[in-house]
């Protein structure tokens, strides 16, 4: 028997991620709340789930057509389109001219596209972007759950096909679906030339086959068929204008309560901002405050999702939310809110 | 609108696999026959699924008690405890003594555990391993599907666990439920001392979050169903029993139909190997012959999927490896069979 382990000089890695929600965990005070949940979550607080997906899961699971065979290294292809055809829309310049053939499942980079940039804005950027040869990466983590208008949430993108430029875009299709366990998602490249791009593609191929070989399916399967029936499609759209009504609700809720509350400061750019996450607008200080005397859990640069608010906790947050920006007031004069735009463009 | 793409200096990338299955597929010879894939076939030529799994599959998409919320890093826990027992027996030292903690779909290394070595071959090996300091890495890719006895198949595992080594081991579990488009699988450090192997596990979860983040559901979720339910669990090892009493009479027809022919040789190499693979133990030249000028596609290295033959196509292939075999006697002296024993350890 080996007396030493081959391991001996392993090192434990440092974990990046996840210190914020294990310290709520680890918090036994009965009130506690954690806002910074990755998913969209119902007023129950549970997780989102789109009601389409529990009804299309059964009824691809009784499917005797179906099988269960591996799918190619490049994905689904029926679920490629359908996916390619929700982000650029069906009648794309890039689609009809074929600059993106299409793969599934290859790479997701996290990235947050969610600027609210003029049209001269978007100009003056693409004109830098193409000045200073940057390569433009954009990630699509929600589409339909900003605006609930499918087509909004990704206009800018056709408006980089139709100029012609060269990008990767990844899309999540978990949480617009609310399927979270089956890591559904596409990274699309467009190129001006389609030679080119088969030799990227044929280089990104290689990459899936070392590192997953065959895609997973059910995700993939769901989401096609909910895709490819209009009155499946229906009801997803109409689930999303739910959820997106809803948190638009909430976040009016939260800037009445605090003008009810008298907090000082403006509280306008709550309902400005689409989408579950969003900004607070609360500095470091505020922040620390609302974790370590409320034990309301929020990261450091104040974003929040707002669908973690429901009326079982809104007073507490709002009145919380209050406190620690009247404390900052009589302590030192309060710091200018922060409000950030983060751009979806990778270096 | 740039004129030159960015990608103008990516080279397509060389394609290792599926060169044979190519070749096949642009074949429009009526009879041709393709023995490699890689999946359990049935007896109609389609990919075998365990019965078990359908009506699994169906009430896990059925029961409300389930969520479909992200699966941590590192797995599905009832999972990987389900698929561990299942590896190492109930009351395994390892399982016991916690010498493994447990990480589900971490890596996946292919490499083949199909040796027959006596006990007095295996006590060689291990001193062999220690004395050169070599670190084992098993894989498992159809545990249940060689001899149909699941602890039989994993015997020597609990061998190497007995006598304190310390080793990876991969198990795919995709084949031996006939679920092959979930990519299920468990990677299993052995480590004789706990907090080491908290440190390489650590290191493998930094990895799995670059990579993947979140393992897919379903597939863990289905075979957790059946691991933990005793009935479902005795339904599957009759289904693996069928399979591999149906394989190996496939392997004695095969036998047969070449001493009736009578094929020179001798050809019980075949019914020796277990498993959905095996070798024929033809030469590069006989293999050459079978796929040129008969269509009956085989890997040059002759090890072919004995669960591609049935009824229909049987004659054909026999007939096919006599005419092989006697054209390369008549032509020249023939080589000795070749039968290859892998042994899953990686250097």
Redesign the interface.
Known sequence: ??TL????D????H?L?GSLLKTYKQDDYPNKIFLAY??CMTNEG??W?SLV?QKT??Q???DPSL?????PTMGLKSFIQASLALLFGKHSQAIVENRQIPHGCVLVMGNIIDCKLTPSGWAKLMSMI?SK?I?PFFDIPCQGLYTSDLEEDTRILQYFVS????FFCSQSLSKNF??????VGILVVV???NQ?????L??L??LA?A?????????ARIITSILSNPALLGEWKQSLKEVVENIMLTKEKVKEKLRLLGTPGSWGHITEQSGTHGYLGLNSQQVEYLVRKKHIYIPKNGQINFSCINANNINYITEGINEAVLLAESSEMCLPKEKKTLIGIKL
């Open positions: 028997m080996p382990s081959v391991f001996m392993v090192p434990l890695a974990k991620e990755r998913v549970h997780p789930v997906v899961r059964l691809v699971s009784q099988n269960y065979e591996y799918l193409k040869q390569f100029q012609g430029f060269e609310g399927i979270y366990d089956e890591g190129a001006v030339n080119q791009l088969l030799c990227v044929s280089q191929e290689g086959q590192l997953w070989l065959n895609p997973p399916n059910t995700g």
